[in-house]
Structure formats: structure tokens, C-alpha cells
């Protein structure tokens, strides 16, 4: 039986995303459409070997990002269907979606409309979503906010590799661990500042990630007599080797809004320590909370 052909555009290929990406070539004759190029220093990206890739140029006018070569791809390859990551600040993908819809169809990826959203924004992303055949959301609210706006949609599950098992926990777990881009906005920094010797007993901070201002974070680690009990790893991608180091934690620190770090917290069989404004999360913190 003759695959069905799909096409996924994103901005760059996050190597977060090879599981699913994987899982779906096995269905469908997959092409992989993007730039090779993060905006981010510090983020691997996926291994494209393996996929039928094309090349287009990522352009940036702040936020706003035109993708070169991805209107001619659309056009010559008129026969394909599509999954578009639909940021609705990607102006070429209004131009495609507006002018270049023919017999394709085009399905859209993405979070949804938040609480959080400005009234502009929210106006944009309904506009946006409407000129998809469908979007696809990560949980059930999601979803469902769309469906009650009249746009087509439904929910897709964990797009993290599913892990083989849930490690075992004894109940004498006391350590904390974060996993992921440590980024300014992640606020670990003000999190280190706030702990203090008292806060942690015996206690360690497992902290696992690329780091773009690591001596500036070693330095706090140190003025704060934190230098024995937070341990920086740096990018850490083997996945055995996360789950063993999370063997001894209870608690995920997430202090900044999160996404799929919650998923991560639930394979890991970690309770998820954040903050309370249920507003500004990502929709995969559902999932920590059920």
C-alpha cells in the first residue's frame, strides 16, 4: 500500500521533536521543511540525516518570521498534505494559507488561544486558525476553546519520546532537579537567590541543561554557600542518564511558565513545584495537575 505524502514545516527542528517526527514517517511518505538555523545558541536540534529534508531560509523581522523558499515548495509540491507549526506571527504562512490553498490539506500545530493573550492577539490567532482545514492542540481544554470559537480541532498527545517505564520511587526522595534550556526567563536564578542553606538541609538541586550565562550562575551558586548542594550539569541528552540522576529527587523546579517540562516531570515520576498563575502556563501543565 502507497504512503500517503506529508509535508511538516517548522522554523528549525528541535531534537526534542525526533520521536514523533519518527513515529510519523513510518506512515506517511514525511518530508521535513525548515531552516537548518536556531534563533537559540543554545538549543540542539534534530538529526535531519535520517528525513527527507528541504532547506528554507528563516528571515526575522523581530518577532515576525518570513521563510524563504517555502512558497515555492508549496506550489511544486501541490500533491502533499501539511502540518504547519501555526505560529501566527510566520507571515509566509498567511501568504500560503490565504493565496496557495488548493486541493492540499493544511492542518495546523499549535497551542491554542490563552486566557493570558491580549484582546489583538487573540483576534489574530482566530483569523489564523480559521484559514486551516483543522488545528491540532495539545489537551482537551485547548481544544475545546477552539470548537466553542467555531475552529475545527482536537487534541494530540505527548509529543516527548514515551519513556519505557516510570522510574520507582521509595518515598525517601528528597532532591530537586530542573531539565531543560536554562534561559533567563526560566527564573532560575531568582529561585537560587531565594534558597538558602535552611531551605535545602541535606537537600540537592540537580539542575540539567545548556546554560548561555553558566559562570554568572556559578557565581550566585557560590555567594549564596549553595556550592556543594546545586549541581550544574550543563546539556545532558541521554536519556538513562537523566532518569539516573533524578533517582533521588521528589520535586521537578519549574519557577517560569511551563510546556513540555511538565511531561517531563510526569515520566520521570516527579512532582512538579511551580507557580500559581494557571493563566500564563502552557496547556501541557494539565496534564502535571491530573
Known amino acids: 500500500m ?43 536540534l534534530m538529526d535531519l540525516k535520517s528525513f527527507n ?65 491580549f484582546f489583538f492577539i487573540k483576534y489574530a490567532k482566530r483569523r489564523y486558525y480559521n484559514l486551516f482545514d483543522e488545528i491540532l492542540t495539545y489537551n482537551e481544554q485547548a481544544s475545546n476553546k477552539l470548537n466553542s470559537l467555531k475552529i475545527k480541532s482536537r487534541p494530540i498527545y505527548n509529543s516527548l519520546q514515551n519513556f519505557p517505564y516510570l522510574p520507582k520511587k521509595s518515598g525517601k526522595e528528597n532532591d530537586w532537579i530542573f531539565v531543560g ?55 545532558i541528552y541521554d536519556l538513562d542518564q537523566i532518569i539516573n540522576i533524578s533517582k533521588s529527587c521528589k520535586y521537578f523546579i519549574h519557577p517560569s511558565d511551563v510546556g513540555l517540562s511538565a511531561l517531563l516531570a510526569i515520566n520521570l515520576n516527579l512532582i512538579l513545584y511551580t507557580h500559581d498563575n494557571f493563566k500564563t502556563h502552557k496547556p501541557e501543565i494539565e496534564s502535571a495537575i491530573q
Open 2 to 44: 502507497t504512503k500517503k505524502s506529508l509535508s511538516i514545516v517548522y522554523h528549525w527542528f528541535p531534537h526534542y521533536r525526533y520521536f514523533i517526527f519518527n513515529e510519523i514517517s513510518k506512515n506517511f511518505n514525511l518530508k521535513l521543511i525548515g531552516d537548518k538555523k536556531s534563533r537559540y545558541n543554545n538549543l540542539k
Open 53 to 117: 529534508f528541504f532547506k528554507i531560509q528563516n528571515i526575522w523581522f523581530g518577532p515576525f518570521l518570513y521563510q524563504l523558499g517555502l512558497i515555492k515548495i508549496i506550489k511544486k509540491n501541490n500533491c502533499s498534505n501539511y502540518i504547519f507549526l501555526a505560529d501566527w506571527k510566520f507571515i509566509s504562512t498567511w501568504i500560503i494559507l490565504i493565496f496557495f490553498k488548493r486541493n492540499n490539506l493544511f492542518i495546523g500545530w499549535t497551542h491554542g488561544i490563552s486566557d493570558s493573550d
Open 181 to 235: 534550556r536554562i534561559i533567563k526567563e526560566r527564573l532560575l536564578s531568582e529561585f537560587i537567590t531565594k534558597i538558602n542553606k535552611s531551605d535545602l538541609g541535606r537537600t540537592k538541586f540537580h539542575i540539567i541543561g545548556p546554560c548561555d550565562f553558566k559562570k554568572d550562575l556559578e557565581k550566585l551558586i557560590e555567594i549564596n554557600g549553595l556550592k556543594n548542594q546545586v549541581i550544574l550539569y550543563g546539556a
